[in-house]
């Protein structure tokens, strides 16, 4: 199992979901809008965001290796990158976490992709997103997510831009067998004009 997942985890030439690039304020983050697209997403409660996260991918990876309702065969889905992991905190310190780990739908499975066979594990249909992103290198951990997400809002309110503080995206790119140049990304969500 781990030997398939470092084969199929991350090599290089991957897809990744398409986004737009805006001029940005600043030199410390991005400003991506992001296309609508599929996701392979699922959802976990908890405390901690790595545990969160290892349970997410273990299912999806089950789903792209075949554990999908295709027709004529248990469709293998190529692996695509980033991870992301969507993060709306808890009410409080004690309180649990709502974490959906999602995988990106190859541009080939778009228009239709395989049914996922486990109840957790759904298509999510995301709409077009507009984020500010800080890109750090590492093997990134929850302690190096949350300074990296203060880094982020400060540089936002250092440029007067408007952003929502929750729910937030955690984003990575490489395999756990990557040992250099890897990339992570946090992900604060545009704040949208008053209607």
Sequence with gaps: MLKAMGQVLFSSGLQNPKFTAEETKGQDYEIRTYHATKWVSTSVSGMQL???????????????????????????????????????????????????????????????????????????????????VRTHGGFSNENMKREELLKLMESLKRDGIQYMEKPYYVAGYDSPFKLTNRRNEVWVLKKEEEQ
């Design 50 to 132: 790595d545990a969160a996260m290892s349970t997410g991918f273990r299912r999806l990876f089950n789903y792209i290796q075949g554990n999908n309702k295709n027709s004529e065969f248990h469709a293998k889905v190529e692996m695509t990158a980033p991870v992301t992991c969507h993060v709306n905190p808890g009410a409080g310190p004690a309180c649990e976490s709502q974490f959906t780990v999602s995988f990106y739908i190859p541009e080939e499975h778009q228009a239709n992709p395989p049914e996922p066979n486990e109840a957790e594990v759904f298509i999510e249909d995301r709409k077009e997103l507009t984020v500010y």
